[in-house]
């Protein structure tokens, strides 16, 4: 099977003419490049991420869940921003054309895509060590995107949802019978196969929250990004982490702590806001059933030192590191 053969089989799958017109696309796969209509009065929001075998995720996972936590982390980056996701382009490295892979890497990434409307406008395939790069366009109405660098002294820090099952998984990965481990063990693994971005938190909050990222990387290390950027510090509370009961059961509570705060790949928001926006906050998330946490706040750096300061039960704690670093000599 050749390359267009690949793309025309298992890409395709939005490939109407109807489709491509309601989601503002002028030309789709098949030319140089793709032809998109941004909507009038909005700013566009764009990711591109990396996903290698056997480094961001196991090259024996399902093709399924593979597809589905590609996806789930570039559109966790626009959740990040709260924007609104409209398309993406997909680059796919494979060993070999493997046709049932295929089908089920094609099927998993288009259930999210449809989910969460966003269209695939082109891309390309090569023959290499599994690789998979995906680029994400959404849409924000003008100068209201969420960012790193507008938090302000004595904002609140929260996240969404619970912190460290994904983490915790790789405990169980990789695992050739999943459906045997028991419950509490699948439901940490669904954790890291199949992220959920949190594309409604983000948007919102959208004029309530001052800043804003995804949680990719570990809490701790990704709420630096907001420290230095605002050049504020952070004082958050470790009894506060949400954790789940299934991770606690696992691990005990200083462990479960111990992944919450540093493991990495929750794609959960972190986020600050003003303490006067609690009550307009709080009534919005309930509006629309979602779960968060106040975890600690921020304050005025001492000597121009940007850092984020950890209690547990009240007395100053340290973690040996704050979470993953691409480049570090441990990975």
């Known amino acids: ?30 030319d140089d490049c793709a032809l998109l209509q941004p909507s009038q009065g ?30 789930a982390s570039n559109l966790s980056d626009l959740a990040a921003m709260g924007a609104k996701p409209k398309w993406f382009s997909l680059a796919l490295t494979l060993p070999s054309v493997d046709e049932t892979w295929l089908a089920e890497f094609s099927r998993g990434l288009f259930e999210l895509a449809d989910l969460h409307g966003i269209y695939l406008t082109g891309g390309d395939t090569t023959k290499g060590p599994l690789a998979i790069s995906i680029t994400v366009i959404g849409e924000v ?25 994904a983490a915790a998984a790789l405990q169980f990965l990789p695992a050739k019978n999943i459906s ?40 701790l290390a990704d709420l630096q990004h907001i420290c230095a950027a605002s050049q504020l510090s952070a004082q958050i509370s470790l009894d506060k982490l949400p954790l789940s009961d299934d991770l606690i059961a696992q691990f005990g509570q200083q462990q479960a702590i111990r992944y919450a705060a540093t493991g990495g790949d929750d794609y959960q ?22 779960h968060w946490t106040v975890i600690g706040s921020m304050k005025q750096s001492e000597q121009s030192r940007h850092q984020v300061k950890c209690t547990l039960d009240e007395q100053p704690f340290e973690f040996d590191r704050a979470g993953y670093q691409h480049f570090s000599e441990d990975h």
């Open 1 to 30: 099977m050749q390359e267009f053969d690949v793309i025309a089989r298992f890409f395709s799958h939005q490939n109407s003419q109807q489709n491509a017109s309601s989601a503002g696309v002028l030309l789709d796969k098949g």
């Open 42 to 71: 909005k700013q566009l929001a764009i990711s591109t991420d990396t996903l290698v075998a056997d480094v961001h995720f196991f090259a024996d996972m399902s093709a399924h869940s593979i597809a589905h936590r590609a996806l």
């Open 141 to 165: 109405n003008g100068n209201t995107a969420l960012k790193r660098n507008n938090a302000k002294p004595d904002d609140l820090i929260a996240v969404t949802n619970q912190l460290g099952d």
């Open 180 to 219: 045997q481990l028991p419950l509490a063990q699948q439901n940490i693994i669904a954790a890291y196969q199949y992220p959920k971005p949190q594309l409604d938190a983000g948007q919102a909050l959208l004029g309530i929250a001052n800043s804003a990222l995804d949680i990719s990387d570990g809490l």
């Open 269 to 290: 928001l972190c986020f600050t806001f003003a303490k006067d926006k609690l009550c307009q906050l709080t009534e919005i998330m309930q509006q629309q059933g979602i």
